[in-house]
């Protein structure tokens, strides 16, 4: 028997958080390996984040929302600001390879600050004791 894959799998009503990170992915035209390299995890932890069977960690998602720009709520729920919900610059591979890397580069910015800012915390309970 034949399966016919519909072009038009994808509906909010239906998706799941697997399915808007695929969604999101494919529409940035980028591959799972290539999102696991901007993630600096495994393509199968990739491939189980689209499969449904594991999720983020709060930092990756985060990083995710950036690479794939998506917000937050919209994986998590399919409300708030989708792929749709702006328009494309470029459709240059080049140009989009550049952008990939500023999200993933912003993505890592935003996580090192919070590291940071935690570890000031804890000097300064340190030199107050």
Known sequence: ???VEDPNWY???AATF???VV???EMRGISAKTLARHMGVATKTIEGWEN???EPRA???QMLSGILNVSIPWLLTGEGQDFEDEQEADASA???EMLLEVRTLRAEMLHAAERLAVLEKR???SQAA
């Open 1 to 3: 028997m034949d399966v």
């Open 11 to 13: 509906t909010n009503e």
């Open 18 to 20: 697997g399915d808007r």
């Open 23 to 25: 969604a999101a992915r």
């Open 52 to 54: 449904d069977t594991s």
């Open 59 to 61: 930092n990756k998602l």
């Open 94 to 96: 080049d140009v989009g």
């Open 123 to 125: 000097i300064k309970k």
